[in-house]
């Protein structure tokens, strides 16, 4: 296999602060709605080796989404535990989406300041527009897979959390299944996947950049070659 070493040392400090800003959320929430378990556990840090799960990062290198360790969470440490956990999944994805967003305005405000593609290509310009652009597709791309609501994915505990009582707990008898679903998905399910994920990521991304999902891993690909 013919790996690109150039964009997988730009690419491993994005996808760590991704990693790592979605589990201090989750963990930084908690802690305001009562819960401190993170905190005294070490895990309301943003030093990325207290969050890494080995699978969930290979798999963000590989195809562009995937997971940390979870954050260890309590809820009956808040008033609401229902509503306090819907609001502690929440707020890793949308802490990823805003950091796209960040990035997006970032990359709107960087591509005119280029006079040329050779400038962009070359010394500062090439490495900060790698990274600004690889901060979009990532932070896109996890929030829109951990939204999902399959567990134990994030969006599984914002589903539990909107749902009545006696369909809540009959949701929840299906979570020890949840991570078999998730491979057999990756495994056979291809083409379900690039509809439920890449065509929002696609989406989302070309609102928050003004530019195609496509033309943005082009500008990749020309820089890191």
Known sequence: MDFNYKLIIIQAPVILFALTIHEYCH??????????????????TLNPIAHLDVIGTILMFLVGFGWAKPVPVNPLNFKDPKKGMLLVALAGPVSNLLTAIVAGI???????????????????????????????IYGVGLAIFNILPIPPLDGSRVLYGLLPERQAYAYSRFEPYGVMVLFALFLFGGRIFSVVIWYPVSIITELISGLGYGQLWQIIHHITR
């Open 27 to 44: 963990g930084l929430v908690a802690k305001y709605l009562g819960d401190d378990t993170a905190l005294r556990q070490g895990r309301l």
């Open 106 to 136: 970032f990359l709107r405000n960087l591509i005119p300041s280029i006079v040329t593609f050779d400038q962009a290509t070359s010394g500062f310009y090439s490495t900060l527009l790698v990274v600004i652009v690889l901060t979009v």
